[in-house]
């Protein structure tokens, strides 16, 4: 599988009470608009990621990473459900409407990846795949009030 979360995003924003705000690349694993930051850590084991979001001003009510991919083969994908599945959950391919809480998994006909969130995120938090890569999206409302937001990937 060719697709990576560790490589650097293409895109980060963050929906305050101002509205979206682009974050730019402030240093290696950083960035900012000034007064939102977010900032993404390889921890010590390899496969996990730290995501920190840091708020001087405004509250932080949406966090959208997106990786660009352009994937080399077709792909076929695994999602959760917002509380349950009831029977209706399988590979299907991609559907860029689809959104898929917490985790996914994709196969690329050779290998298989996954990408989730870990448990006690503090936010609600899913994954959309279209042609052209992989958004992780997280509601982090409720979690910025215990500030900063640690979450890991």
């Known amino acids: 599988m060719d ?3 560790f490589k650097s995003p293409s895109l980060v924003l963050a929906e305050t009470e101002q509205g979206w705000e682009k974050l730019m690349p402030a240093a290696d694993s950083v960035w900012s608009t000034g007064h939102v930051t977010v900032t ?3 921890r010590e084991t390899a496969a996990d990621m730290g995501l920190y979001l840091e708020s001087k001003k405004s509250a932080v009510h949406t966090i959208c990473i997106r990786w660009n ?3 080399t ?3 076929t994908l695994l999602g959760d459900h917002w509380e ?4 209706d959950m399988g590979w299907s391919g991609i559907q860029p409407e689809r959104v898929m809480p917490w ?5 690329d006909g050779s290998s298989t990846a996954g990408f ?4 006690g995120a503090g936010s609600m938090c899913c994954w959309q795949v279209d042609a052209d890569g992989v958004t992780l999206t997280a509601d982090v409302a409720a979690a910025v009030k215990a500030s900063p937001l640690e ?3």
């Open 73 to 75: 083969r077709p792909v």
């Open 69 to 71: 991919h352009s994937f």
């Open 103 to 107: 985790y996914f998994m994709i196969h």
């Open 151 to 153: 979450t890991g990937f």
């Open 40 to 42: 993404m850590k390889l």
């Open 84 to 87: 349950r599945g009831y029977g």
């Open 116 to 119: 989730g969130v870990k448990t």
């Open 3 to 5: 697709f990576n979360i």
